[in-house]
């Protein structure tokens, strides 16, 4: 039997929300640490997911975390074997925490690119981004950040902020197709 998942799916109205800015005078209360934290956990324990956001934990809050291998150029990425190895690797891997963010910035280009969701298990469909942006947000700490991003970490900002909007990616795939997951 599968551990049911915290992560909410398709359908679940709270999805569809605009997600509120955090309060700076919150960012390091109780209330927004522990939601960091919960999210943290639920993105961890999942099997492939590179990025978790609020509203995908039924938190209605503009913020989102990315695991190190969507930024870091380089990121040993190779995946263990052992799927307990795995977990571990998962489990202390840095994570970018992105708190009311926005995109200053984007390359006039843009790609499809294959794309998926924790929220939309099995489906997967090629969404348009731009390759490159600039993106602002404060962090854990309520420090203002400013990153440039391409590649996956461009696609996974994207994605991430379209669901502070209470916007899924299947509202702008195309070829949109179910892969089961074979689960060994
Ligand atoms: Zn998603």
Known sequence: METASPIRQLGDPVLRKSAVPVAKNDIGSKKISSAIKHMSAALRGTENGVAIAAPQMGISLRIFLVLERAYK???????????EQKKAEREKEPVMVFINPKILRHSRAARLLEEGCLSVDGQFGKVRRYEKITVEALDERGKKFTRGASGLFAQVVQHEIDHLEGIIFVDKATDLHSITSSKK
């Open 73 to 83: 150029p380089g990121h040993d990425d190779e995946s263990p074997d052992e799927a």
